[in-house]
Nanobody, 122 residues
Framework: QVQLVESGGGLVQAGGSLRLSCAAS????????MGWFRQAPGKEREFVAA???????TYTDSVKGRFTISRDNAKNTVYLEMNSLKSEDTAVYYC????????????????WGQGTQVTVSS
């Protein structure tokens, strides 16, 4: 069973930056695609970014140019660098993992972290 633990969330002002981290368990980390999703109050969980083991990445349109996903397979860790944060980015951010290639679909991921709160004040 893969375990994921997010960290790095917090309260920031609009225009600020945060770097989220997701530490993954397992010796087969490099075989998994990793994703970041977020869920705001009253809204569905939505895709934010995803990355393959090779580093190929995908972003939802609303964060392109502001967020960067990366991974360090040697450290079993995936990151989400968030810049120019907006109030609309406020949500609980979840790290997720799936075997194989990355996906933008929530249901494609098998393993999830507990989430970390990101609050952006306007």
């Amino acid at each position: 069973q893969v375990q994921l633990v997010e960290s790095g969330g917090g309260l920031v002002q609009a225009g600020g930056s945060l770097r989220l981290s997701c530490a993954a368990s397992g010796r087969t980390f490099s075989n998994y695609a990793m994703g970041w999703f977020r869920q705001a109050p009253g809204k569905e969980r939505e895709f934010v970014a995803a990355i393959n083991w090779s580093g190929g990445d995908t972003y939802t349109d609303s964060v392109k140019g502001r967020f960067t996903i990366s991974r360090d397979n040697a450290k079993n860790t995936v990151y989400l660098e968030m810049n120019s944060l907006k109030s609309e980015d406020t949500a609980v951010y979840y790290c997720a993992a799936k075997w194989g290639l990355r996906s933008t679909a929530v249901n494609a991921y098998n393993y999830w972290g507990q989430g970390t709160q990101v609050t952006v004040s306007s």
